[in-house]
């Protein structure tokens, strides 16, 4: 691989970072609290309203059931809106973060529903209201699954940054495509294979020590 090409595969491994990052993070903060709503509002829960309960649902599948490919493509004329322009890192991290927030949501609320219903009972019995349910119990219990889903949803991210290095994004995916596939540059292709693979391997072993510590079962 030439210098030139060696720099190129850099600074998009920067970008893809940067988009995995970024997007993550702004799944974890919105991603959170749609899932602590999901499981409030159903039926029986700590703030029963199973029409905002149905309402939010709808809206969360209704994004899921689109594919990424298609949701990339159809959200440009928001990408360009919000960071004006369709192109580039910090436009791919819009749709991401649109694709991964209810992707996230529906793993935050699988994580939530296993929290034991007696210790939610009890803290309510104890005169607990919805914040001190939410924050003591329900969030603190599901704390391993929680972060286990969330390193899911930045692997998962990995893999979206590289699609939309279809349409220009940057990153990995954006240096296979331009290098590795139109030019046959058959180094940059495996370079960029073996990076993603040690990505994926390093967020998903860091994700799996962080949930061993965290989980109290252990």
Known sequence: ??????????????????MTAASG???????????????????GGIAES?????????VINGFRSVPFIILLVALIPVTRLIVGTSIGTWAAIVPLSIAATPY????????????DRGLIEAA??????????????????????????FTVTLVTLIGASA??????????GDLAIRYGYQRFETSVMIA????????VCGIQWVGDRLVARLDRRG
């Open 25 to 43: 993070l702004i799944s974890l903060v919105f991603g959170l609290p749609l899932g602590l709503a999901l499981i409030a509002t159903e039926r």
């Open 163 to 172: 699609m939309a290095g279809a349409i220009g994004a940057g990153g990995l």
């Open 104 to 115: 996230y949501a529906r793993i935050a609320e699988v994580s939530l529903r296993e929290v």
């Open 192 to 199: 960029v294979v073996i990076v993603l693979i040690i990505l």
């Open 124 to 149: 309510r019995a104890m005169g607990g209201n919805r914040w001190t349910i939410i924050r003591e119990v329900l969030v603190p219990e599901a704390l391993p699954g929680i972060v286990a889903g």
């Open 50 to 58: 199973l029409w905002v309960n149905r309402a939010l649902g709808a």
């Open 1 to 18: 691989m030439s210098p030139i090409l060696f720099e190129l595969l850099l600074r998009s491994i920067w970008e893809t970072v940067l």
